[in-house]
Structures are given as structure tokens and as C-alpha cells.
């Protein structure tokens, strides 16, 4: 419990606050495929100095069951097709110089185990996300066009990779390189955009666990990006949900691969240090 | 009849006074977070205002429960529960409160619905492109005097 419902719960007592609909997450257990056991909260990362209390949420611990169950089998899962379609894409080659993924990544898409849980990561002094990983290789390898960053074959793609870390902790590097671009996510994270004045911290910091109309707000993490999103009956970028999100605070937003975005996508996994990688999660 | 048509002389004459120009957003004067003066002039018609505390750009209940609106659902947690405001708070801190929140409670989470500066990136609605030329207040002068009204018949 962290201070924000303990005040809650005293106002609750002292008849300021209905009871009812006072909730953190709940106390489900994420158990994929009857066999992989995912970590949906962990102590959080230092960095933190306490901002979401001692342990940090997935997001699944906010949804419903209906919600949930979907992700409980892979079978049930609706992500799994777009990343099936990932899969042959994978194998097949496009573009000018006849080349599949497979033709260089010979151990399929089992070679980048671990690498999305690393990710976003400075790479040549540049902060790079998978989706740029995927394009330049594509480009520059391949000689084939790039893909539309929250388009399906993108999101595709950049789930199967994702779900090559399933089940490992997030783990994305703060310092050295990566410095600069964190504090200018950790910059955006609590800046209050738009007429609306809403950052990130204050639904997803100073208000997880609580209702806003229909929805429970969870802390905002990202570990199950892409995630199939019920609402929009596709895969979601990480960048298409903070566009989303900044749009809704009445602002003018960012682009999705932006520089800015880049930067923020390392700050709010790095929130998640620790949290099982869930590619692909389901949310509603 | 007489009487009558004295009385609402009168009562034009309060609420009126001088000009019954429509207070601007940047015009608006506070003290201490309250509001004194109507920014409309026009008294608020509460039957309105609680409608505007669920639709449209009052959309209230999002974060505030009032157990006046239990018939509508989902009512959310961010916000105090507002049972109950009118006897807590007077009708020109409600003002004040409702057009800018800000100004008495300086972090708060609540946006600024009678304001139109001070924006960082603001955009054209819920567009997601940057605004074009002045921003509207999320809520008209009128609007914010409706939707008090209605908050002063909260009482406990």
C-alpha cells in the first residue's frame, strides 16, 4: 500500500469517501500457457525514490478477468496472428537484394531473445528503439521500403521480437550514454501538456489504482508493447498510446519516432525495470 | 404586477450592474481563489449545470462521484467527492474553482476551465494538431455559472 491509499482508506473511514470502488491492483497471478510465470510486480527500481510507493504493477493487475484471460493462453490471445504474420514475414524475403530477416538471423527469431527487455538503448550515440532496428535492417540490409511505424506489419514484427524476451525483466540502462535522453523523457513524463494540463505522473504517478470515469488507472507501464488493444482491435505501438494519451490532454502531441518519443519510451520502461517483459499483452 | 415589475428592476439592477458584459477568461479576477463577481451576470440555471457535470466539456463525474447523479455511471476517484460543496464552499469560491483551480489549490490535478493562456503545446481539441488561432474556454462563462449553481444546491 503506498501513502496515497493509505489517505484514501483514512478518508474512506472518516466518511469523506464512498468505500466502494477503491481499488489498487488486483491479486491475480499471470501464468501464460499454463507454464510461463510472469513477474506483474516487483520492488521498484531505485530510480523511483518511492514516486509509485515500494513495488511497481503491470497493467494486467488493473484489467478485468474477461481482460485478462485473453492473455493467459496464446491460443486465446488475439495479438498471436498478427505475430504469426510476423513470422512468415520474417522468412520471406522483400526487397532489392533478395533477402529474407532469415537470411542473415539464421536461428529465426530466437536469436534476439532478451533484446527487447534491453531496449530502448544508445546506439552510435543515437537512442534507438526496436522499431528503428527493424527499419534500418530492412533498409539498408535488405533494400526493401520501411515500414509504417504503427502499422500491423511493424507492430507485427516488432512483437515477435518482444516475444523472444517473454518472461525476462525489464532492464533498460538510465546512465552513461543513455543519460541525457532519460532525464529529457523523465522531463516529459511530468510536463503538463496541453488546456487539459495532464502529465503522465498525474493519472499514472499520483493516481494509479483509481477510477477516472470507466477507467482504472494502472502506473502506465509498458512491458506488454505492442499490446493488443480491444478497443482498437489491433496491435498498439508504444508511440501511438503516448500520441494517444497527449492528444486526450487537449495538446498538440508528439510524432510517433520522434526523437521525443524515443526519449520517453526509455523513461517509462525504465519505470518498469524489473516487470516481466509481456509481449504480446492484451488490455482493453 | 406593479410590484413585480419593481421586484425584477431590482433584481436587473443587482445583477447587472453597469455593463452586463461577459467577463473574458483573461479578465477574470480572483481573490484568494474565489470568484466574486458572476461572469455572465445572467443567474446559472442548475437544472443545465447538472447536466453539464456529465456531458460534453464539464464532464465532472470523470473524476468527482456526487451521489445527486448516482443514476449515471461510472464516477471517478480523482477528485474530491462533491457531496455536500455547497454547504463547504461559498458560490464565488465554487467560481473560482470551477473557472481556474488552480489559483487556490496550486497543484491540483483539475483543469483550468475558464482559462485560455498559459498552455504549454495546446492543441486544436482532442485533434492531437496544435491550436489554431485563440482558445476557447473549456466551458462558456455561462456554463461555469450553471454548473455552479448546481454545486450550491450540494448541501450535506
Known sequence: MNKFKALLIGACTAGLLPAAGVAGPDDDKLMVNDELDLATEVAAPAHLDGALGSTI?????FRTDETQALQLDDFDNPAMLTVDAALDAFNTPDGSEGKSCASCHTGGPEEFAGLSASMPKVIDGKLVVM????????????????????????????????????GMPVNVAIDGEAA?????????????????????????????????????????????????RLKQAQLISRHNRFRGCI?????????????????????????????????????Q | ????????????????????????????????GAVETSLTGTPGDP?????????????????HAVTDLQDLPFHGEVGPMLDGVGDRWSEAQLRGIVSNA?????????PSFYRTTG???????????????????????????????YLLTLKE
Request: net charge negative; with cysteine.
Open chain 1, 131 to 166: 522499431e528503428d532496428l527493424i527499419n534500418s535492417h530492412r533498409q539498408e540490409v535488405m533494400g526493401a521500403e520501411p515500414l509504417k511505424w504503427s502499422g500491423q506489419e511493424m507492430q507485427g514484427m516488432v512483437a515477435l521480437i518482444g516475444l523472444q524476451s517473454r
Open chain 2, 119 to 149: 498552455f504549454i503545446r495546446p492543441g486544436n481539441a482532442y485533434t492531437g494538431k496544435a491550436a489554431e488561432g485563440d482558445l476557447e474556454p473549456l466551458l462558456t462563462a455561462q456554463q461555469v455559472e450553471d454548473v455552479v449553481s
Open chain 2, 102 to 110: 488552480k489559483e487556490m489549490f496550486p497543484d491540483t490535478v483539475m
Open chain 2, 1 to 32: 404586477m406593479k410590484k413585480i415589475l419593481i421586484i425584477t428592476g431590482i433584481v436587473t439592477a443587482f445583477a447587472l450592474p453597469l455593463n452586463a458584459e461577459i467577463i473574458k477568461p483573461v479578465d477574470v479576477s480572483f481573490a484568494d
Open chain 1, 247 to 283: 492528444r486526450d490532454t487537449r495538446a498538440e502531441t508528439f510524432a510517433e519516432g520522434s526523437d521525443e518519443f524515443r526519449a520517453l519510451e526509455l523513461y517509462v520502461a525504465s519505470r518498469g525495470n524489473g516487470l516481466s517483459v509481456e509481449t504480446p499483452a492484451v488490455r
Open chain 1, 180 to 228: 541525457p535522453f532519460w532525464e529529457q523523457g523523465k522531463e516529459m513524463y511530468y510536463t503538463r501538456y496541453g488546456q487539459l494540463e495532464l502529465s503522465c505522473a498525474n493519472c499514472h504517478e499520483d493516481n494509479w489504482g483509481n477510477m477516472i470515469r470507466a477507467d482504472h488507472l494502472s502506473q502506465g507501464q509498458i512491458n506488454g508493447f505492442p499490446t493488443y
Open chain 1, 57 to 61: 504493477y503491470s497493467g494486467w493487475r
Open chain 2, 47 to 63: 437544472a443545465a449545470g447538472r447536466v453539464l457535470m456529465n456531458k460534453g466539456a464539464g464532464n465532472c463525474i470523470a473524476c
